[in-house]
């Protein structure tokens, strides 16, 4: 049973981070219909963003508010921008082919993404300050939770809500909403498509870039491959909750998070990525409408 | 003289040129294109550029494989690497513990990498392209993964010391042999996919890559076709795979990563998607170009990313693109006179009818004579959250007849030839086919009972020649297997041209033969209306439903339209008709049925109709003194 309840822990933990690349892939699935493959190496930009700050620059030295602040916020500008690169370089002059060139960019820029960044970072290993928060913890019976995860599961919680205040309760999250639904109509009603779709790519780059950093912070080691993984398992959990459905994502990025973690405690770390993909295959091929609802099946 | 000759006149060169080509066996191309390769290749006299060349080959024949299931059947596939390893494992373990002989395993590589293509097709074959991508690329990493904590496959040091192939006594073991058993094994890959690509089989994948929704309501059996493509691009796969095994000697998991999935469809997307020669292009610029630029081995990958982005974005087609128009497709055909022709489109469709009607009767069924009920429709019901589309309509057409629908828009009438041909189940009610219930079968298959249709919004295979438009329409009605395709078999040759003879028919039918070459989106409106019907003529219907096939036609077009309607009707085909246009529909049409918000308000003889107060109310409102106003344009 405590073994059970800190794989529990742990799971939380790392399925708050997926919950976030999720919701990218979500928001921008919702309004576009595209997966962006590179969602996930988004993510790994961020981290290393946060790393250069951090670790090139030495703001790791700095009072450690003021460090986290810097490490989330210049990442999660950056990472906009080059999503906002890739949306208006790439995606944009394909929206009206055909979905196979649009998927096959997609996947072109996730590989683009992964080699740029070697180049400019290097294929190494590169590892986050190991103190910047305390690394000790606390014992809630047998189960031992650290302040890291808590400041890391509470800082996605305070980003997810950000954003679902955000989808519901500002102008442009109604026309996001709007624009789900049906395009056409809602350009007709005045709104700027081009300038939501901009918006959604910003919010997805946002949070990959946070889970980014969080990532670098809780395992410390970060690599250019990373994205590659982070953004399968991601993936699995936006289908898994309903793909375009938010808070499907996060359910969605807590249970694949869980999975993983009793995977790895149970079975062993080598099975992880079969029982993962084995959940996406099953969720697809039994409810393809995952767990909260979204239709997925084409129509016929 | 060279200088003067105008572009098109080039053109015009270059394309007899092809066409001669064209009519050489493409097995002799191959063998004639592969053999000269091979002599430059083996004359170099160089082990490290025949090195090369076999890894080109290899990556050739993957890609093969991979462009059935993405450029001919349009499912992107993430995971092909998955296929290769299941290939190279196969032949390496059955040659490493069963000592069997490289060319024994070759078989039973295919057959497990084929098996493998129905496994993961099978369960996802109704997902949506883009889940299906991720999909497959989990399967390719789930494979690998698999391998890598398999112990008796070595786990992650994957089997080691697989030997040589041995034919017949000698033993392979050089570059240069490899090479030789590289290109024979590419020589296969290439003649069998071209001969699919030619076949049945490869306009139906085209067909479904276009319009998927089309290809299956005019008779494409779209799940089965696209888990064909997944069977037949794992074989490709398998086959590679084995010979990689033999030619490394030691394989493990690494060398079927994700990475090689994206090398794979690198090939095919810089060669040009369904292209064969472009396949060939793609494997050498992926395996040579990092060859060439070995000091810049780090970007390589990099290279090609930008390689993939800037190819979609710049020059989708491809380096070496595949061209579907054909100037001449009736070239060597025997030509037909016009009333030949029409005799002979009367003869046939007759020997069709009657086959069809003895067959029925023979199943124990009931055949409607002229006159008699054809298509019931009773109680159909179609609901679309609070919106009834069809409420409750029952009608039934007579065998002979052109019957017609109208009805102000949002009216339910497309909604209800969905109900009826398939692609919709009505939420209550039965459509009755010759007396056997319809409701609930795949679209296709209702094709094959004898229903064919055409679409409101032009639904042609836009990429495809307006002949291959018309021989998917004849899908339905091959005789020919798979195998047979494959191999181009007399049989199939014979089933083609035949095929082909009759697209010609119907398009002369409907007055197109003269554009038979032309891509379909090259035609104009009116003209695109006929190829459609032309498509749903060619599986020989019974009965056909036309969707508003006088929309953005100017008189002189409607006119040829109402004769080529009489025309199909005196084949003996009950025609329903969905039209706007009053003056037409009075014309032709034995008897109306209006449909307003979803419910059937009158039916009757066009003249009936004309006076119906229900009727006059739906489209003009209730003021009395507009009422002339439908009389008029019916006149």
């Known amino acids: ?300 | 003289m060279i200088a003067r000759l105008s572009d098109r006149q080039v053109g015009r060169a270059y394309a007899t040129v092809r066409d001669r080509l064209g009519r050489t066996p493409y097995w002799s191309r191959v063998v004639v294109a592969l053999a000269a390769i091979g002599a430059a290749v083996i004359s170099w006299n160089d082990d490290y550029v025949t090195a090369v060349a076999v890894s080109v080959a290899t990556y050739a024949m993957l890609g093969l494989g991979l462009n059935i299931v993405v450029g001919y059947a349009g499912l992107l596939d993430l995971g092909y690497a998955a296929f290769f390893a299941i290939g190279a494992y196969t032949s390496a373990l059955l040659m490493t513990q069963a000592h069997w002989n490289f060319f024994t395993t070759l078989p039973f590589a295919v057959l497990f990498t084929g098996t493998a293509g129905a496994i993961l097709g099978y369960p996802t074959l109704r997902l949506r392209s883009d889940y299906l991508a991720i999909v497959t690329l989990g399967f390719g990493e789930m494979t690998r993964i698999t391998f890598n904590n398999w112990e008796y496959a070595g786990g992650p040091n994957g089997v080691l010391g697989i030997p040589w192939p041995n034919f017949f006594g000698y033993e392979l073991n050089t570059q240069g042999d490899f090479f030789i058993v590289g290109l024979f094994l590419l020589a296969i890959a290439m003649i069998f996919a071209e001969h699919l690509d030619h076949s049945r089989l490869g306009r139906g994948w085209v067909a479904i890559r276009e319009d998927e929704f089309a290809a299956e309501s005019v008779g494409v059996p779209s799940l089965r076709l696209k888990l064909f493509a997944y069977v037949m691009g794992g074989m490709w796969g398998g086959l590679a795979g084995a010979f990689f095994a033999t030619r490394i000697g030691a394989i493990d998991p690494t060398s079927f990563t994700f990475q090689l999935s994206v090398l794979i469809l690198i090939v095919i997307v810089l060669g040009g998607t369904g292209s064969l020669p472009g396949v060939l292009v793609g494997a050498l610029v992926v395996v040579a170009l990092p060859e060439l630029l070995r000091e810049l081995s780090d970007v390589r990958l990099l290279v090609f990313a930008v390689l993939l982005v800037g190819m979609m974005l710049l020059r989708p087609q491809g380096l070496w693109p595949r061209i579907r128009r054909k100037p001449k497709p009736f070239y060597g055909l025997q030509e037909e006179e016009p009333e030949d022709v029409a005799a002979r489109i009367l003869r046939e469709h007759q020997v069709q009818m009657e086959e069809r009607d003895r067959r029925h009767a023979a199943a124990g069924h009931k055949v409607p004579a002229k006159g008699e009920v054809l298509l019931e429709v009773d109680g159909v019901v179609q609901q679309f959250g609070g919106l009834r589309a069809v409420d409750n309509v029952s009608f039934s057409v007579r065998r002979g007849e052109i019957f017609s629908i109208i009805g102000p828009n949002g009216g339910g009438k497309t909604t209800l030839f969905n109900c009826i041909t398939g692609v919709q189940r009505p939420k209550r009610g039965r459509v009755l086919f010759d007396g056997r219930p319809i409701v609930g079968l795949r679209p296709h298959v209702i094709v094959a009972r004898g229903i064919g249709r055409t679409f409101q919004g032009i639904r042609l295979f836009k990429n495809m020649a307006v002949f291959e438009n018309v021989m998917v329409g004849l899908y339905a009605r091959h005789r020919t297997m798979t195998w047979q395709a494959m191999l181009h078999t007399p049989g199939e040759r014979k089933d083609e041209l035949r095929t082909l003879q009759e697209s010609r028919r119907w398009l002369s039918f409907v007055g197109l033969e003269s554009m038979a070459g032309q891509l379909a989106s090259q035609l104009s409106y009116a003209d695109q209306r006929r190829v459609e019907i032309a498509r749903a003529l060619a599986a020989h219907p019974h009965l056909v439903l036309f969707d508003e096939p006088a929309a953005g036609m100017n008189p002189t077009e409607k006119l040829e339209l109402v004769g080529i309607i009489r025309k199909i009707r005196d084949l003996g085909i009950t025609v329903v008709l969905i039209e706007h246009d009053m003056s037409l529909v009075m014309r032709v049409s034995g008897r109306i049925a209006v449909l307003d918000h979803g419910i059937l308000i009158a039916l009757g003889k066009p003249a009936e109709i004309q006076n119906d107060p229900a009727v006059i109310e739906a489209y003009l409102g209730r003021e009395d003194d507009d009422t002339d106003a439908l009389t008029a344009r019916g006149a």
């Open chain 1, 1 to 300: 049973m405590g073994d059970f309840l800190q794989y529990t822990v742990i799971g939380l933990t790392v399925g708050s981070f997926y919950a976030l690349v999720a919701l990218g892939y979500t928001i921008v699935y919702g309004i576009i219909r595209l997966i962006n493959f590179a969602q996930g190496d988004l993510s790994m930009v961020g981290a290393f963003l946060g790393w250069t700050l951090l670790v090139s620059f030495g703001f790791e030295h700095l009072p450690v508010y003021l460090a986290l602040v810097i490490a989330f916020v210049v990442p999660m500008i950056g990472t906009a921008i080059v999503n906002l690169g890739i949306l208006q370089f790439a995606y944009k002059p394909l929206l009206r082919r055909s979905l196979l060139a649009i998927l096959i960019t997609a996947l072109g820029m996730s590989l683009l993404l992964q080699n740029a960044a070697e180049l400019i970072w290097g294929a190494a290993i590169e590892a986050y300050p190991p103190n910047l928060l305390p690394l000790s913890g606390f014992f809630v019976g047998p189960v031992h939770v650290t302040y890291v995860q808590i400041a890391l599961v509470v800082a996605s919680l305070l980003l997810m809500g950000g954003l679902v205040a955000f989808i519901q309760g500002t102008t442009i999250g109604t026309a996001m909403r709007a624009l789900a639904v049906d395009h056409d109509a809602a350009r007709l009603m005045g709104i700027n498509v081009d300038a939501v779709i901009r918006i959604a790519f910003v919010l997805g780059a946002m949070l990959a870039a946070a889970s980014g950093v969080m990532l670098g912070i809780y395992y410390v080691q970060i690599h250019f491959t990373m994205g590659f993984l982070l953004g399968l398992r991601a993936f699995t959990a936006a289908v898994l909750g309903g793909i375009g459905n938010i808070p499907g994502a996060m359910a969605g990025g807590m249970l694949i998070g869980l999975l993983e973690a009793y995977t790895t405690g149970y079975l062993s770390g080598t099975w992880e990525d079969v029982v993962v993909f084995g959940v996406l295959i099953t969720v697809l091929i039994v409810k393809p409408t995952g767990l909260f609802g979204e239709r997925v099946a084409e129509r016929m």
